[in-house]
């Protein structure tokens, strides 16, 4: 990813911080506008995983990304290991054929390129803010870098060091969604107007895998966009509340709250003028 590439967005999302200071981005060595690192594997890989639903070429049915037990994390890191490990081995053999040493691209690496680019840039004083994996970042610079300069730091949504990230990765939206289930069973208003979600949002994937829902525009919504819709939990909190609706909705044939996320309409209400 590359955080230069979505500096419109950035740009407004940091506004307030603009009147009085520089925002600095930078992409990190090895992704998109840094000696990005490419190979074969992982493209195809991608290629693969991603919509449409089968292997054009070869007319090949994609096994879904939640193969085996939904319920179980282990089930589901399992999945991950055996649907993307191999791909990622060969991908590393392919980049160390090419000369690339990847010892040089870990994190303690990219904080001292951060440092770096904080001195080449002439700044006496900075501060740090990091989001998501950015927050990892920031605690290398911490650790290794704290009397260069660094005047103040904001984490947003860390990851502590100890912590395997993408190890662990594949079962953060698990978490999300099976805690959503939970609540709602708790609920009872909730659980009174959807009783059973975890069960049925199952139930569900299965159903629109076979016969996919057909929304208004035409386009087909099977159990892949779904899944889509739950994996953006995790950063898009404002999702949250209408899934029980979502599920409900579609279990009936009914899409207005699916496009409503889909398009963002749901949310028009809260955005600016400005970010319209």
């Known amino acids: 990813s590359s955080p230069l590439t979505g500096a419109e967005v950035w740009s407004r999302y940091f506004a307030g911080l603009r009147q009085e200071r520089d925002v600095i981005f930078f992409d990190q060595r090895g992704t998109r506008l840094s000696s990005p690192l490419r190979c074969e594997a992982y493209t195809k890989l991608m290629a693969l995983v991603l919509p449409p639903d089968e292997d054009a070429s070869a007319g090949t049915p994609i096994t879904p990304q939640y193969a085996g037990d939904i319920t179980d994390p282990d089930d589901l890191l399992q999945a991950a290991r055996e649907r993307y490990g191999p791909a990622g081995a060969e991908c590393a053999q392919q980049l160390e054929a090419q000369g690339v040493d990847l010892a040089q691209y870990t994190s303690i690496n990219s904080a001292n390129d951060a440092v770096a680019l904080v001195k080449a840039l002439g700044y006496d004083e900075y501060n740090l803010y990091g989001i998501s994996y950015g927050t990892r970042l920031a605690l290398e610079v911490m650790r290794n870098h704290g009397a260069s300069g660094l005047r103040s ?124």
Not at 238 to 244: A, D, G, N, R
């Open 153 to 276: 730091v904001v984490l947003d949504s860390t990851y502590p060091p100890e912590v395997k990230t993408y190890e662990l990765l594949s079962i953060s939206t698990h978490e999300v969604a099976m805690q959503l289930f939970a609540d709602c069973q708790q609920d009872l208003a909730c659980n009174a107007a959807y009783p059973d979600l975890k069960q049925r949002f199952i139930s569900l994937l299965a159903q629109l895998r076979e016969t996919p829902v057909i929304a208004s525009n035409g386009t087909s919504i099977t159990d892949r966009e779904l899944i889509n819709v739950m994996h953006s939990l995790t950063s898009r909190v404002e999702i949250v509340p209408y899934v029980p609706l979502l599920i409900d909705e579609l279990e009936r044939g009914e899409t207005a709250t699916y496009e409503g996320i889909a398009s963002g309409s749901l949310f028009a209400a809260a955005t600016t003028p400005d970010e319209a």
